[in-house]
């Protein structure tokens, strides 16, 4: 399974398929542009260890990463994380106010997960901040200027999405400046021999056991 021309992307990074080094290859490629990257493919393909590995093979690797899982959060909870407030702009709100995920990643990295599943209100904000590179908080009118990589990722079509009117056109192709689409493991079936080894290897070593597969 240690093929001599087995390419090496790091420990935690396993890759046989030719599919899934043409994706580690223009991850590699790309890594130092500040063009914004869109990863598409189903959930658990890996797209935020490519984000990951783009971020820690690059110039940006001790700059800031900051991961925000755009689905996990309602709309009005995820425009005050994304964009900040201002202290008393709404009820609950921290007095002194709150800088942003995109303040929070200044000169770095900021990868929105599941960025389909983002508002059209929000949408139009979001195109707003990418275009002036300035963010405004809410409850501020002061435009606050921002130097942020975007990689952001979705398992929806987000094609399908702008012909329905749910995603907007501008945006998308904002977003989509590099395009790196990833293919699930049931596809890449020479990944999963390399793969279970890995991660057996990994238990074996933080259980202190002896386990080891079979041929078959």
């Known amino acids: 399974l240690q093929g001599s021309d087995k390419p090496d992307y790091g420990a935690d990074v396993i ?31 890996g797209k935020e260890v490519v984000a990951q590995y783009i971020r820690r093979n690059s110039s940006y690797r001790d700059k800031p990463f900051v991961a925000v899982n755009c689905s996990a ?23 002194a106010g709150k800088k942003g995920f995109f303040e929070a990643a200044q000169d770095g990295i900021l990868f929105l997960d599941e960025i389909g599943e983002i508002s059209l ?17 809410v409850g501020d009118y002061r435009r606050i200027p921002i130097n942020v990589r975007i990689i952001s990722a979705t398992n929806k079509d987000l094609r399908q999405l702008v012909q ?13 400046v590099i395009n790196i689409e990833m293919l699930p493991l049931r596809h890449r079936k020479e990944d999963i021999a390399e793969q279970a080894v890995y991660f057996l290897s990994r238990l074996n070593s933080e259980y202190q056991q002896s386990v080891a597969f079979s041929k078959e």
């Open 164 to 176: 329905e009117k749910r995603f907007r056109e501008d945006l998308y192709y904002r977003l989509n």
């Open 73 to 95: 959060l309602s709309e009005a909870l995820l425009e005050s994380e994304l964009f900040g407030y201002v202290g008393g702009s709404f009820t609950g709100a921290n007095k």
């Open 121 to 137: 209100p929000l949408q139009v904000k979001l195109l707003r901040a990418l275009e002036d590179k300035a963010v405004t908080r």
């Open 15 to 45: 890759v046989v398929s030719r599919r899934m080094r043409q994706v580690m290859d223009l991850a590699s490629k790309i890594k130092d542009v500040s063009s914004t990257v869109l990863l598409l493919g189903e959930s658990g393909v």
